[in-house]
T-cell receptor, first 113, second 114 residues
Framework: QKEVEQNSGPLSVPEGAIASLNCTYS??????FFWYRQYSGKSPELIMS????GDKEDGRFTAQLNKASQYVSLLIRDSQPSDSATYLC?????????????FGTGTQLKVEL | DAGVTQSPTHLIKTRGQHVTLRCSPI?????VSWYQQVLGQGPQFIFQ???????GRGNFPDRFSARQFPNYSSELNVNALLLGDSALYLC?????????????FGPGTRLTVT
């Protein structure tokens, strides 16, 4: 079982719709969760971090965390063509010390006009 | 404030050669982490340094090494390059304190090994 799993997509949504991106993780002691956006040919850009159960909202983005189900999601409201990118879920793994992030393979999002 | 900077942006090397990649963190950040990203995959953790000490190491061979300098900049060295080392190498900067865990990536160095 992969440590962090994401559906690779592509996930296609029409402009203005809500895009829902999902991520599951296997390490129950994971405590910190991050969403990165990566445009083709560019480096990952941090868009959300979440540390406790529940929802965290920042503009059009909402991160949701359910530690009991080992599940974290990202909702993008009013999706725009500029949101088309690969979204990477990252989990901070406590084993071995350090500030290591374990990433999923990413979900490609396409926002269509 | 400037973000994370990395140099060079692109690099082409031949199998067996050595490469050094450089990174400067965000001003005030004391921790630097290195990741390797191959096409179609998420970044894979290589090293983390905090206050010039190695704090974490990923599952990479001993050909990979790194260090952090007193000004918190960092170098990643890879010896005896293999074709499979071709990837985007990312440096991530973080404050390093337990409450500030967010990591911010630089633009990366794209390494091609021929």
């Amino acid at each position: 079982q992969k440590e962090v799993e994401q559906n690779s997509g592509p996930l296609s949504v029409p402009e203005g719709a809500i895009a829902s991106l999902n991520c599951t993780y296997s390490d129950r002691v994971s405590q910190s969760f991050f969403w990165y956006r990566q445009y083709s040919g560019k480096s990952p850009e941090l868009i959300m971090s979440i540390y406790s159960n529940g929802d965290k909202e920042d503009g059009r983005f909402t991160a949701q965390l359910n530690k009991a189900s080992q599940y974290v999601s990202l909702l993008i409201r009013d999706s725009q063509p500029s949101d088309s990118a690969t979204y990477l879920c990252a989990v901070r793994v406590l084993t071995g010390g350090g500030n290591k992030l374990t990433f999923g393979t990413g979900t490609q999002l396409k926002v269509e006009l | 404030d400037a973000g994370v900077t990395q140099s060079p942006t692109h690099l082409i090397k031949t199998r067996g050669q050595h490469v050094t990649l450089r990174c400067s963190p965000i001003s005030g950040h004391k921790s630097v982490s290195w990741y390797q990203q191959v096409l179609g995959q998420g970044p894979q953790f290589i090293f983390q340094y905090y206050e010039k000490e190695e704090r974490g190491r990923g599952n990479f061979p001993d050909r990979f090494s790194a260090r952090q300098f007193p000004n918190y900049s960092s170098e990643l060295n890879v010896n005896a390059l293999l074709l499979g080392d071709s990837a985007l190498y990312l440096c991530a900067s973080s404050a390093g304190t337990p409450r500030l865990l967010e990591q911010y990536f630089g633009p990366g160095t794209r390494l091609t090994v021929t």
